[in-house]
C-alpha cells in the first residue's frame, strides 16, 4: 500500500519554463512534508519542506504548495535550468517518526 | 562540515553470505536511519536509531539489522543474502527531532 505516489515517472521542460512536479498522499497523518532530489550515484539532496500547519513554503527557485484536503503536494521550480535535471522524490514524516515514507520519484529533464 | 559518509560504497556478496554496512552521521546528528532502493519499489525505511536505541523499523525480515555506537556511527547487517537484498543501501542523519534527513552516498550492494 503506497502512502506517498508520484504519478508522473517522469517530465521534460524547456529551459526558463517552470517545472511542476506532484505528489498525493493517503495517510492523514503525515505532518511534514520534504522534497528531495537525487543525482545517479549520489544519495537524495534536502530540497525544501512543508508543516502541514501551512499551505506554502518557498525558497528562491523552489516553492511547495499543500492543499491538506486534497491530500496534496507540489514542487514548482521557477525558472527551471538544465542543472535541475534530477529524479525528485516526495516524501512523508508523520509527527513523532523520523521514518521518511516516499514516493517512487519523478525524473525532471530541463531541456537547453 | 563533513557530510554523511558510508562504507564501503560497492560491495559483491554471494547468496547465503552476510553483509556489514557503515554509516558515520554529520557531527552532532544523533538520529541515523537506513533506506534501501530498488528500481521496483523505490525508497523504503529499514530502521531509525537514536542514541544507540532502535526508535522505528520498517517492514524487513529481521535478516536486516542495525546498531547504533555512542559517536552515532552506525552499522546495518543484512545475514542470509539473497538475490533480492540486490539494492541502494542509504544512510541518512538529522538532529532527531522533525529535521531534514541528510544522506549518504549509499553501497552498492550486489547479490550474486
Known amino acids: 500500500d503506497q502512502q506517498v505516489k508520484q504519478n508522473s515517472p517522469s517530465l521534460s521542460v524547456q529551459e526558463g519554463r517552470i517545472s511542476i512536479l506532484n505528489c498525493d498522499y493517503t495517510n492523514s497523518m503525515f505532518d511534514y512534508f520534504l522534497w528531495y532530489k537525487k543525482y545517479p550515484a549520489e544519495g537524495p539532496t534536502f530540497l525544501i519542506s512543508?508543516?502541514?500547519?501551512?499551505d506554502k513554503n518557498e525558497d528562491g527557485r523552489f516553492t511547495v504548495f499543500l492543499n491538506k484536503s486534497a491530500k496534496h503536494l507540489s514542487l514548482h521550480i521557477v525558472p527551471s535550468q538544465p542543472g535541475d535535471s534530477a529524479v525528485y522524490f516526495c516524501?512523508?514524516?508523520?509527527?513523532?517518526?523520523?521514518?521518511?515514507?516516499f514516493g517512487k520519484g519523478t525524473k525532471l529533464t530541463v531541456n537547453p | 562540515k563533513a557530510g554523511v559518509t558510508q562504507t564501503p560504497r560497492y560491495l559483491i556478496k554471494t547468496r547465503g553470505q552476510q553483509v556489514t554496512l557503515s554509516c558515520s552521521p554529520i557531527?552532532?546528528?544523533?538520529?541515523v536511519s537506513w533506506y534501501q532502493q530498488t528500481p521496483g519499489q523505490g525508497l523504503q525505511f529499514l530502521f531509525e536509531?537514536?542514541?544507540?536505541?532502535?526508535?522505528n523499523k520498517g517492514n524487513f525480515p529481521g535478516r536486516f539489522s542495525g546498531r547504533q555506537f555512542s559517536n552515532s556511527r552506525s552499522e546495518m547487517n543484512v545475514s542470509t543474502l539473497e538475490l533480492g537484498d540486490s539494492a541502494l543501501y542509504l544512510c541518512?542523519?538529522?538532529?532527531?527531532?522533525?529535521?531534514?534527513?541528510?544522506f549518504g552516498p549509499g553501497t552498492r550492494l550486489t547479490v550474486l
Open positions: 536509531y537514536f542514541s544507540e536505541t532502535q526508535r
Open positions: 516524501a512523508a514524516l508523520q509527527g513523532g517518526s523520523e521514518k521518511l515514507v
Open positions: 512543508i508543516s502541514s500547519i501551512k
Open positions: 541518512a542523519s538529522s538532529l532527531g527531532i522533525l529535521n531534514e534527513q541528510f
Open positions: 557531527s552532532g546528528h544523533r538520529s
